[in-house]
């Protein structure tokens, strides 16, 4: 397996644009996880997925952003519309679950809203 | 909101010296892990002790939990340059399957 697949791995965007980061995790994986990761603030949780249902979105800052998993193989984190405070490096990561809590990252988007 | 704090913060050692870093969490967990981060790359799983450990290790790696002060420690001994990275412990508690983050010890490995 490739492991986890994030695109784009950078992405420059104007202010008020919207921005669709995706995530493909590795096969068979039960549980899937966005994180968002700052200077200040380190790595947060923004929300994650069991079997393709949102678990606990408590970590996502605004209704600005948005996360799907319409299938077990894809998942997007959507910014609409963005700002420069978005501006972090988004992580995804998937376990397998069934007791395996071991967590797979992807390589990282990094967003810069200007 | 974070749920372990690493101590400290950041950490400057020689080849051939051992690294000692501290996680402190909060609630009450099913299993601590620790992860490194090497420089505009994602996480890598180190290694995982289960709430009814008390020490495990891995290679160079030494893991130590303590339930009733609620840290945990991870030693690295002789360490190799190419140990220079972030390290993070991770907590899973609560909701099953919920992986949370402390702020990282950035440790520099000098040859």
């Known amino acids: 397996d490739a492991g986890v697949i994030q695109s784009p791995r950078h992405e420059v965007t104007e202010m008020g644009q919207e921005v669709t980061l995706r995530c493909k995790p590795i096969s068979g994986h039960d549980y899937l996880f966005w994180y968002r990761q700052t200077m200040m603030r380190g790595l947060e949780l923004l929300i994650y997925?069991?079997?393709?249902?949102?678990?606990?979105d408590s970590g996502m800052p605004e209704d600005r952003f948005s996360a799907k998993m319409p299938n077990a193989s894809f998942s997007t984190l959507k910014i609409q519309p963005s700002e420069p405070r978005d501006s972090a490096v988004y992580f995804c990561a998937s376990t397998l679950g069934q007791g395996s809590t071991e967590a797979f990252f992807g390589q990282g988007t990094r967003l810069t809203v200007v | 909101s974070q749920q372990g704090e690493e101590d400290p913060q950041a950490l400057s050692i020689q080849e051939g010296e051992n690294a000692t870093m501290n996680c402190s969490y909060k609630t009450s967990i099913n299993n601590l892990q620790w992860y490194r981060q090497n420089s505009g790359r994602g996480l890598v799983h180190l290694i995982l002790?289960?709430?009814?450990?008390r020490e495990k290790h891995s290679g160079r790696l030494r893991v130590t939990l303590d339930t009733s002060k609620k840290s945990s420690s991870l030693l690295i001994t002789a360490s190799r340059a190419a140990d220079t990275a972030s390290y993070f412990c991770?907590?899973?508690?609560?909701?099953?399957?919920?992986?949370?983050f402390g702020a990282g010890t950035q440790v520099v490995v000098t040859p």
């Open positions: 002790i289960r709430s009814n450990e």
């Open positions: 991770a907590t899973e508690g609560g909701s099953w399957g919920k992986l949370q």
């Open positions: 997925f069991n079997n393709n249902v949102p678990i606990d």
